[in-house]
């Protein structure tokens, strides 16, 4: 079994899931929680409060609207134990999420729509739950997020019918018609929201259970698809005890400057690091062992410079120290040989007897030996420096915005994890 976080946020509210899936069965909300900002609510407290009495986490992610959201969460976690939760777009989260409803199977195109936040987040899929045929996102004039147990607000018409008209623009651009509207959000209760798309579209109109919740189960279900990608990834032989703690002790060091990271708890048997205290100085929770893989989470990237001091390059001491070249002795004069029929080109001269051979001067620096010892500042293609203070690697580019193409995404990811993987790895 494994458990995973999700955690949606709002202006107003910010709402957690903590999840249990396991191979072969749907995956099982086991607590909910939802704290209002008013109250003091924060996305670190909700992971604080779902952490408390379940079991251990194995990742953690949490799901942005906009870029501008997504800076936010950065920032907020940016100095806590929970810089390392990975941060995925409502976009993936409820792809996510079609996937994981059995319910809408009979259906074979689906449009997921998130309304929260004043945001409306759109994705139509296919037979293919993966398969993103298109989406869209938009600010709309819907209610701030509506607490699971609050009273829901009347609904803005202009923004009905612009939700209406977007969806009508996505679905011109595919070859299919819309079987189903599966409505989520905390601004998707209302009925009359679901009346005018299901008159309008006349498609079928289905509310996700737990509604305010679809983003945050979403982000949990994408963590759990990372918990088993790595559990699937070769084993890696186990280290030593001693070097372990060193290496335990580099990381945390390095994940402190670097700032914001994504990433996925480790246990105690983990062979790169574990933490066992609060006091600790790595990355992970107090509560269990911690999150450590990599998502990038701004729209910048920075250099490898900044995330470590420089340092003067050192010869190691096993490399063979060049002798001085001695002053050059110019060759005594000589007669050239008379030239024959076959002569190509001219000899050169030819050193006198007993004369001393002329010594060959320092190899040149271009030519050096692998040994010789490489700048700090200058990247080297085989090893991977450490994320900086916005999560990205040296040379990384920023992931791709919300609704960007699916591919796109999918390829960023690919290597953000292969450069995760080779950094954790010892570079």
Same mark, same amino acid.
């Given at each position: 079994?494994?458990?995973?976080?999700?955690?949606?946020?709002?202006?107003?509210?910010?709402?957690?899931?903590?999840?249990?899936?396991?191979?072969?069965?749907?995956?099982?909300?086991?607590?909910?929680?939802?704290?209002?900002?008013?109250?003091?609510?924060?996305?670190?407290?909700?992971?604080?409060?779902?952490?408390?009495?379940? &079991? #251990?986490? +194995? /990742? *953690?992610? $949490?799901?942005?609207? @906009?870029?501008?959201?997504?800076?936010? %969460?950065?920032?907020? =976690?940016?100095?806590?134990?929970?810089?390392?939760?990975?941060?995925?777009?409502?976009?993936?989260?409820?792809?996510?999420?079609?996937?994981?409803?059995?319910?809408?199977?009979?259906?074979?195109?689906?449009?997921?729509?998130?309304?929260?936040?004043?945001?409306?987040?759109?994705?139509?899929?296919?037979?293919?739950?993966?398969?993103?045929?298109?989406?869209?996102?938009?600010?709309?004039?819907?209610?701030?997020?509506?607490?699971?147990?609050?009273?829901?607000?009347?609904?803005?018409?202009?923004?009905?019918?612009?939700?209406?008209?977007?969806?009508?623009?996505?679905?011109?651009?595919? &070859? #299919?018609? +819309? /079987? *189903?509207? $599966?409505?989520?959000? @905390?601004?998707?209760?209302?009925?009359? %929201?679901?009346?005018? =798309?299901?008159?309008?579209?006349?498609?079928?109109?289905?509310?996700?259970?737990?509604?305010?919740?679809?983003?945050?189960?979403?982000?949990?279900?994408?963590?759990?698809?990372?918990?088993?990608?790595?559990?699937?990834?070769?084993?890696?032989?186990?280290?030593?005890?001693?070097?372990?703690?060193?290496?335990?002790?580099?990381?945390?060091?390095?994940?402190?400057?670097?700032?914001?990271?994504?990433?996925?708890?480790?246990?105690?048997?983990?062979?790169?690091?574990?933490?066992?205290?609060?006091?600790?100085?790595?990355?992970?929770?107090?509560?269990?062992?911690?999150?450590?893989?990599?998502? #990038?989470? +701004? /729209?910048?990237? $920075?250099?490898?410079? @900044?995330?470590?001091?420089?340092?003067?390059?050192?010869?190691?001491?096993?490399?063979?120290?060049?002798?001085?070249?001695?002053?050059?002795?110019?060759?005594?004069?000589?007669?050239?040989?008379?030239?024959?029929?076959?002569?190509?080109?001219?000899?050169?001269?030819?050193?006198?007897?007993?004369?001393?051979?002329?010594?060959?001067?320092?190899?040149?620096?271009?030519?050096?030996?692998?040994?010789?010892?490489?700048?700090?500042?200058?990247?080297?293609?085989?090893?991977?420096?450490?994320?900086?203070?916005?999560?990205?690697?040296?040379?990384?580019?920023?992931?791709?915005?919300?609704?960007?193409?699916?591919?796109?995404?999918?390829?960023?990811?690919?290597?953000?994890?292969?450069?995760?993987?080779?950094?954790?790895?010892?570079?």
């Amino acid at each position: 079994m494994t458990t995973t976080v999700g955690i949606s946020t709002e202006r107003t509210v910010v709402r957690g899931v903590l999840l249990s899936s396991a191979p072969g069965k749907r995956a099982e909300v086991l607590r909910a929680v939802e704290q209002r900002a008013e109250a003091g609510g924060t996305i670190a407290g909700t992971l604080d409060a779902l952490a408390e009495a379940g &079991p #251990a986490i +194995a /990742d *953690v992610a $949490v799901a942005y609207h @906009s870029a501008q959201d997504r800076q936010r %969460i950065v920032s907020e =976690l940016a100095s806590g134990q929970w810089r390392t939760s990975s941060l995925v777009s409502t976009r993936s989260a409820l792809v996510a999420l079609a996937g994981d409803m059995p319910e809408l199977d009979e259906f074979a195109t689906v449009v997921m729509l998130d309304l929260a936040d004043r945001t409306a987040t759109a994705v139509v899929v296919g037979p293919d739950r993966r398969h993103v045929l298109a989406s869209d996102a938009w600010a709309t004039a819907f209610a701030d997020g509506t607490s699971l147990d609050g009273p829901v607000e009347s609904v803005d018409a202009d923004a009905t019918a612009e939700t209406i008209a977007r969806l009508r623009s996505m679905l011109a651009t595919i &070859p #299919a018609q +819309a /079987d *189903v509207v $599966v409505l989520g959000g @905390s601004s998707a209760a209302d009925p009359e %929201i679901g009346g005018a =798309l299901r008159y309008e579209l006349t498609a079928r109109v289905v509310l996700v259970p737990d509604f305010a919740q679809a983003s945050a189960r979403g982000a949990a279900l994408i963590a759990a698809d990372q918990v088993r990608e790595r559990s699937a990834a070769p084993p890696r032989a186990p280290r030593r005890t001693g070097r372990l703690l060193l290496t335990a002790a580099a990381l945390a060091a390095l994940l402190g400057v670097a700032g914001f990271a994504a990433s996925r708890v480790l246990d105690d048997n983990s062979p790169v690091m574990s933490a066992s205290s609060p006091g600790a100085t790595s990355v992970p929770p107090s509560v269990t062992t911690a999150p450590t893989s990599i998502e #990038a989470t +701004a /729209d910048s990237q $920075v250099p490898a410079s @900044s995330a470590e001091p420089p340092t003067q390059p050192v010869t190691p001491s096993n490399a063979p120290t060049a002798a001085p070249a001695p002053p050059w002795t110019p060759a005594p004069p000589w007669t050239p040989a008379p030239p024959s029929s076959a002569t190509a080109a001219p000899r050169g001269p030819e050193p006198r007897a007993g004369a001393p051979a002329t010594q060959a001067g320092p190899p040149d620096s271009s030519e050096s030996s692998p040994q010789a010892p490489i700048p700090s500042g200058a990247p080297t293609p085989t090893r991977v420096g450490p994320p900086g203070p916005e999560g990205l690697f040296p040379g990384e580019s920023p992931p791709p915005a919300a609704g960007s193409d699916p591919a796109a995404e999918q390829a960023w990811w690919v290597n953000h994890w292969n450069l995760k993987r080779q950094w954790m790895n010892g570079g």
